[in-house]
């Protein structure tokens, strides 16, 4: 079965702080993708990541696939209030690749 | 842009009641889900469709079906509503084979705001 482990669970963080936020599994995946979810919302994709070791950024975000593709990990410098969110890492289905399989999610709130 | 619209952003319903909820998606994309999404246990697939009058099975369908009549609208029907389906409820869309440029697993998924649904 494939579990994605997201942690933390809960961050709450000052305005300007760094802040790391992981994904972890023990299968091998061919990508995965970071999404984030303001309140009130659906999901967003921020980025998909293919290529073990691949670094990819967006703006303040780092994002970071494992060089063995089973984690991963996003970075964000200088938070801002408006990173406030819920960022979710979801992976194919082996099974079935039209659906994915979700982390339950790191909730994150920036504070002024 | 992708435009998914779901047709309440709350809604409250009795037991025992008939629920639908609608999603509708203007890109005409192939794949559409429903989820949903509680506290603790993140999001949980409960049905999708592949194509026009196609569905399958996600890891919840119990006491909900699926309609998909035509290509943009998807719909979630709670056959008889029970407390325990209150939930935030979330629409997605997907390209499929026809997004020959992009590997299944790699294409985004597109969400709608999300219906919070409350039965009484």
């Known amino acids: 079965t494939q579990l994605l482990e997201q942690s933390p669970q809960f961050l709450s963080i000052q305005e300007g702080e760094n802040l790391t936020v992981y994904c972890n599994s023990s299968?091998?995946?061919?990508?995965l993708q970071w999404y984030r979810q303001e309140p009130g919302e659906g999901p967003v994709l921020l980025v998909t990541?293919?290529?073990g070791g691949e670094v990819k950024k967006l703006k303040r975000l780092t994002f970071q696939f494992g060089d063995a593709r089973k984690d991963s990990s996003l970075h964000i410098t200088a938070a801002q209030p408006g990173d406030t969110g819920l960022y979710l890492c979801?992976?194919?289905?082996?099974?079935?690749?039209?659906?994915?399989?979700w982390g339950l999610g790191t909730s994150l709130a920036v504070n002024p | 842009d992708v435009k998914v619209t779901q047709s309440s952003r709350y809604l409250v319903k009795r037991t025992g009641e008939k629920v639908f909820l609608e999603c509708v998606q203007d890109?005409?994309?192939?794949?559409m889900f429903w989820y949903r999404q509680d506290p603790g246990l993140g999001l949980r697939l409960i049905y999708f469709?592949?194509?026009?009058?196609?569905?399958e099975k996600g890891d919840i369908p119990e006491g909900y079906s699926v309609s998909r009549e035509k290509k943009e609208r998807f719909s979630l029907i709670l056959e008889s509503a029970s407390t325990n389906q209150t939930s935030m409820y979330l629409c997605?869309?997907?390209?499929?084979?026809?997004?020959?440029?992009?590997?299944?697993?790699?294409?985004?998924?597109?969400f709608g705001d999300g219906t919070r649904l409350s039965i009484l």
């Open positions: 997605a869309s997907s390209w499929g084979l026809r997004d020959r440029t992009t590997p299944m697993g790699n294409q985004p998924q597109h």
């Open positions: 990541v293919v290529t």
């Open positions: 299968s091998v995946f061919s990508s």
């Open positions: 890109m005409d994309h192939e794949n």
């Open positions: 979801a992976v194919v289905n082996a099974g079935n690749n039209r659906k994915l399989i």
């Open positions: 469709s592949y194509d026009v009058k196609m569905k």
